[in-house]
């Protein structure tokens, strides 16, 4: 066994395991919670870097350090890539993530913000190694195994193996019912299991259309009839016959609503609108990885998006019971207005399952040099052009507009901006602050110019923020802007976004009911008049006097009327202390279980035996 004690391989290994454990610790925020996950958690990447670098020992001399460089780099890569992807999205790099790569030129200016010069650091034990390489004084020992040894380091490689993967599988019992939160499954697995763990999801879940059976529905119905509640009879037809027109807030966070800076309003039109309009102060959004495209899935289908990647992207050949395809069954015209590449997100082909007649997308707008953004056109003008599409669609109609200003890095010309950014540590809250600014205006006069056109009376105005703007790596100057610490309690009352209905000639009303994007759906159905029974939804009518209080994060958070449970801590939702995890387990284990029925409804493409 002396073989695979090789000096350079453990060299490569030492520096690696550290700048691991320093990369998770304080970049990724991941903290075990107990004795034995941390004792897995320092454990886990030894062993799956022996393992993989042992290999390495087959190699004669020549080949050795070539290998051990190679497979430093590329594991190098990997932390470095999740490095620069939490800084914006709080988040960790999946297998599914990788389907998005073709994405990735719409995304460079987003990226290239990202990017810090301090970053080198991250390869700093690559230059270490470098540095013993092509220095004679320091002597490396190259030991390649012969072909009496193979054998018996091929036998303690394999016991490693059983030992990790036995380790892994008892130090996951408890994740159990939390393999929704990846924070909690890199804590216990550590991150390159979980790469291990994410890539065996990946594959079970693709082969779950191929097992699933028309029998799988029933726990389903039973979860969803035991949850059902009566839509609104009050509120059933308000909006009958009227046109829908749907937008989605690019990056829109509560806060902004009714705040000011420098005693201007952030959002005086939308804070005007909310004064005619119902307002839910509690809406929360429910996205996941796929963002904005998840965003439209939760509003369009009343399930939930997937747990890693994006449902547009892995299962866009699904039967769904699409909201476009129930409009348009029930004589409505449908479109989608997004002045974006129309195979971005793979829409093109999503827009088709989900049942829309028509496309609008970046080839049917004139984007001058000037009008136009880093991810397509600015608001106002996707605004004015878009009106002239809207012409085309026979009455009534469902149009869905996406809004594109407001996106991360937030970038604003000085002859855009309504409202100077603001001084603080934070370059992002800074700009962000001007480009709500800017899409609320845009809002404002594309509101107006529906009503100079004559189509604003018979139409109903659903106005929602897709999630989260400010990433959690700016929770300190976001404290400062909102003079409070934000802690995981507070962070998580941050996931809400707006929600306003406007149906002209009604009075408006501000509800405090906690809600969520998958409540959307069967809302819009009940106010046009539309039974919600003979459909699958997991959301439930907001103005229902029978819902109660509930949303679940993708990650398996949940708010209700009593309780936050986040960060794998039970919170008083009412004052923000931490209490015992017996107040939120009925509130966590419904919300695992909608995530989980709907995953099946989803991976297994259960609505073609409906």
Known sequence: MKSLF???????????????????????????????????????????????????????????????????????????????????????????????????????????????????????????????LSTKSVQLTFQTLGFRQWRGAAIFIAVFMVFSTFLLQTGSTENVRHSFD?????????????????????????????????????????????????????????????????????????????????????????????????????????????KTSDAEFLINTSLYPAGSGAVFLKHPDNKIEGLPEILSSHGYSTASFHANNRSFYNREEMYDTLGYDRYFSESYYDISEKEEVGWGMKDEAFFDQAIDHLHELDEPFYGTFLTLTNHFPYELEEEDRFIEPLDSESEVLNNYVSTVRYTDEAIGKFIEKLKDNNMYENTMFVIYGDHYGIADSHNDAMGEFLNKDIDAYENAKLQRVPLIIHIPGMEGKTLDVVSGQVDVMPTILNLLGISVDDYTMFGRDLFSEEREDFVVFRDGSVVDREVIYTADTCYDRENGEEISMDHCYDAVNKGNNELYYSDQIVYGDLFRYR
């Open 182 to 290: 990846r924070q909690r499954l890199v804590s216990a697995l550590g991150l390159y299991n979980y790469y291990i763990y994410d890539t065996f999801m990946l594959m079970k879940s693709q082969a779950s259309s191929t097992f699933a059976k028309e029998e799988d529905w029933e726990p389903i119905d039973k979860h969803i009839e035991n949850h059902e509640v009566k839509s609104s009879k009050e509120y059933f037809g308000a909006a009958e016959n009227r046109n829908i027109v749907v937008i989605s807030l690019e990056s829109f966070e509560s806060f902004v609503i009714g705040d000011k800076v420098d005693g201007k309003e952030l959002t005086p039109n939308l804070n005007q609108l909310i004064d005619e309009s119902y307002y839910f102060k509690n809406f929360f959004h429910q996205t996941g990885q796929g």
């Open 6 to 132: 090789n000096r350079q391989m453990w060299l490569y290994i030492l520096l690696i395991y550290l700048k691991t454990i320093l990369v998770t610790l304080v970049l990724f925020q991941t903290v075990p919670s107990t004795w034995f996950q941390w004792f897995t958690f320092i454990l886990n990447p030894i062993i799956f870097l022996f393992i993989v670098f042992s290999f390495g020992l087959f190699f004669n001399q020549k080949w050795q350090h070539v290998y051990f460089f190679i497979i430093s780099l590329f594991v190098s890569i990997v932390l470095y890539c999740n490095a620069v992807y939490y800084r914006e999205f709080s988040d960790l790099i999946t297998v599914p993530m990788l389907a998005m790569s073709a994405n990735m030129g719409d995304l460079s200016t987003s990226i290239i913000e990202l990017i810090q010069w301090y970053d080198i650091f991250l390869f700093a034990d690559l230059l270490i190694i470098l540095w013993f």
